[in-house]
């Protein structure tokens, strides 16, 4: 938690469950990958928090930005962006956004299949457009390897058919999956991008950008490499496989530059020891999976938690959320442990909850209005 963000809770004390997210450290993060990366456009992927202060201080900083709906688009043009530092990368797109964004002066897309290029070729004619490749999502916390991206030869094709229907097919991309913990996946993946750049030059075609997607990890209860030994491995990857003729290089990062930037601040509705002969207590909280905190679903994203009885005796604990809903369970079996002292109306810290929390928050659901925002 940074300073501010302390001194925000302690002097404030908010209603809950509330994010409060310093944008100073949103700038932090976007300076550290921008000199860890200097050759890479960073591309923030909207979706991680798309609240207007994030967006508008990225803007001033030279961000430009990955959107996911035309809805993303209008908040990083009502932030100030222009529309050709926008890329729609979403390979999944309405007809009516793709002529929206189009017509907005948006001129980047991205697609995974032909019947999604034909869409392209016809409402956002003469866009730049790049292809998504399936790679192994192997050491991500939270994959995204299943719902998109098509093979190599698959890519071969669409990129050929691209060029046909009046496109311009500008190049590849790839996603390793997010909270990725492995240094070597971005490098997998360059090797297959650059195998296909090679076949279609033989073929005729020149492609002209990588993007390489996000991924970059943060640290929530175990520790993870630094961006720097990323950005080591990325570049180590592009300068063997293309030399000195190094392509665009796009990075679309989201919950690298926002999570550590937020914390929620939650309070504890009730403890209990529902089995006296269990030791786990339930510790059930105003904010659940419900509420904002999905990426629990699998225990996958698992979060920090801080609370005023730290240092004292702790015992194992499971967490869940205030609703009536029987999922809304956030570790059980992740070993979590809490203060022996931990009691109803405490004030709780869930940390680095930055990224793909608020816009996770079911509306209303059980009555409970989506947690409250505050950047400072
Ligand atoms: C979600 C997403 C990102 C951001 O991923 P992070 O792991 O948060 O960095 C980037 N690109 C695409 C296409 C995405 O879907």
Same mark, same amino acid.
């Given at each position: 938690?940074?300073? =501010?963000?302390?001194?925000?809770?302690?002097? *404030?004390?908010?209603?809950?469950?509330? %994010?409060?997210?310093?944008?100073?450290?949103?700038?932090?993060?976007?300076?550290?990958?921008?000199?860890?990366?200097?050759?890479? *456009?960073? &591309?923030? +992927?909207?979706?991680?928090?798309?609240?207007?202060?994030?967006?508008?201080?990225?803007?001033?900083?030279?961000?430009?930005?990955?959107?996911?709906?035309?809805?993303?688009?209008?908040?990083?043009?009502?932030?100030?962006?222009?529309?050709?530092?926008?890329? &729609?990368?979403?390979?999944? =797109? =309405?007809?009516?956004?793709?002529?929206?964004? @189009?017509?907005?002066?948006?001129?980047?897309?991205?697609?995974?299949?032909?019947?999604?290029?034909?869409?392209?070729?016809?409402?956002?004619?003469?866009?730049?457009?790049?292809?998504?490749?399936?790679?192994?999502?192997?050491?991500?916390?939270?994959?995204?390897?299943? =719902?998109?991206?098509?093979? %190599?030869?698959?890519? $071969?094709?669409?990129?050929?058919?691209?060029?046909? %229907?009046?496109?311009?097919?500008?190049?590849?991309? /790839? @996603?390793?999956?997010?909270?990725?913990?492995?240094?070597?996946?971005?490098?997998?993946?360059?090797?297959?991008?650059?195998?296909?750049?090679?076949?279609?030059?033989?073929?005729?075609?020149?492609?002209?950008?990588?993007?390489?997607?996000?991924?970059?990890?943060?640290?929530?209860?175990?520790?993870?490499?630094?961006?720097?030994?990323?950005? $080591?491995?990325?570049? @180590?990857?592009?300068?063997?496989?293309?030399?000195?003729?190094?392509?665009?290089?796009?990075?679309?990062?989201?919950? /690298?530059?926002?999570?550590?930037?937020?914390?929620?601040?939650?309070?504890?509705?009730?403890?209990?020891?529902?089995?006296? #002969?269990?030791?786990?207590?339930?510790?059930?909280?105003?904010?659940?999976?419900?509420?904002? %905190?999905?990426?629990?679903? !699998?225990?996958?994203?698992?979060?920090?938690?801080?609370?005023?009885?730290?240092? !004292?005796?702790?015992?194992?604990?499971?967490? +869940?959320?205030?609703?009536?809903?029987?999922?809304?369970?956030?570790?059980?079996?992740?070993?979590?442990?809490?203060?022996?002292?931990? +009691?109803?109306?405490?004030?709780?810290?869930?940390?680095?909850?930055?990224?793909?929390?608020?816009? &996770? #928050?079911?509306?209303?659901?059980?009555?409970?209005?989506?947690?409250?925002? @505050? &950047?400072?």
């Amino acid at each position: 938690m940074t300073p =501010k963000v302390a001194r925000f809770l302690a002097e *404030q004390q908010p209603a809950t469950p509330c %994010l409060v997210l310093d944008v100073d450290r949103v700038e932090r993060n976007f300076a550290a990958l921008r000199a860890a990366l200097p050759l890479a *456009q960073i &591309y923030y +992927a909207v979706k991680a928090n798309p609240a207007p202060p994030v967006l508008e201080r990225l803007v001033r900083l030279g961000s430009r930005f990955d959107a996911a709906s035309m809805e993303e688009i209008t908040a990083c043009l009502d932030a100030g962006a222009r529309p050709e530092s926008i890329s &729609y990368g979403n390979t999944i =797109k =309405k007809v009516s956004a793709i002529r929206r964004a @189009h017509a907005a002066g948006v001129d980047m897309f991205a697609f995974d299949c032909t019947e999604e290029l034909d869409k392209l070729a016809r409402h956002a004619p003469g866009s730049r457009v790049y292809c998504r490749i399936l790679v192994e999502n192997a050491g991500a916390d939270w994959p995204l390897s299943r =719902k998109f991206g098509t093979t %190599l030869e698959g890519a $071969r094709a669409l990129m050929l058919r691209a060029g046909e %229907l009046g496109l311009d097919p500008y190049g590849l991309s /790839f @996603h390793v999956g997010s909270q990725q913990t492995s240094t070597a996946s971005h490098a997998a993946a360059i090797g297959r991008v650059a195998m296909l750049f090679t076949d279609l030059r033989e073929a005729g075609m020149n492609l002209r950008m990588v993007n390489l997607g996000g991924g970059f990890p943060v640290p929530y209860r175990d520790a993870v490499p630094d961006i720097d030994d990323f950005a $080591r491995a990325i570049m @180590h990857a592009m300068t063997a496989h293309f030399g000195n003729a190094l392509p665009d290089m796009l990075v679309e990062p989201g919950r /690298f530059i926002v999570a550590d930037a937020g914390v929620v601040s939650a309070e504890v509705v009730l403890v209990s020891r529902r089995d006296p #002969a269990a030791p786990v207590r339930w510790v059930y909280l105003d904010i659940g999976r419900f509420g904002g %905190l999905a990426e629990t679903e !699998g225990e996958a994203i698992r979060y920090r938690i801080t609370t005023p009885h730290d240092g !004292g005796a702790s015992g194992p604990v499971a967490i +869940a959320g205030p609703t009536c809903d029987g999922a809304d369970i956030l570790y059980e079996r992740s070993n979590y442990r809490l203060p022996l002292a931990l +009691a109803c109306g405490d004030r709780v810290e869930v940390l680095a909850t930055g990224a793909y929390v608020t816009t &996770y #928050a079911s509306q209303r659901f059980n009555g409970f209005f989506p947690l409250a925002e @505050h &950047y400072i």
